[in-house]
């Protein structure tokens, strides 16, 4: 079980947007910056972030609002 206030890695995010845990505004926030991470057009600016995204390291804490 996700809890939604812990660290999750993108393997628990894609997880729990599977099993309906998160809410839809935590899908949006993830996806919204995930694209803009990942953006070619419009590069950003932080290259260990991006590259952290690409490899799975990043942790995202999504707590309530």
């Given at each position: 079980?996700?809890?939604i206030s812990s660290l999750l890695d993108q393997e628990k995010i894609?997880?729990?947007?599977?099993k309906g845990i998160l809410k839809e505004w935590?899908?949006?926030t993830y996806s919204d910056f995930r694209n803009?991470?990942?953006d070619?057009?419009?590069p950003y600016p932080c290259y260990f972030a991006?590259?952290?995204?690409?490899?799975?390291?990043i942790r995202y804490?999504?707590?309530p609002k």
């Open positions: 079980m996700i809890k894609k997880e729990g947007m599977e935590m899908i949006t803009s991470l990942l070619d057009s419009a991006v590259e952290a995204e690409k490899n799975g390291l804490e999504l707590l």
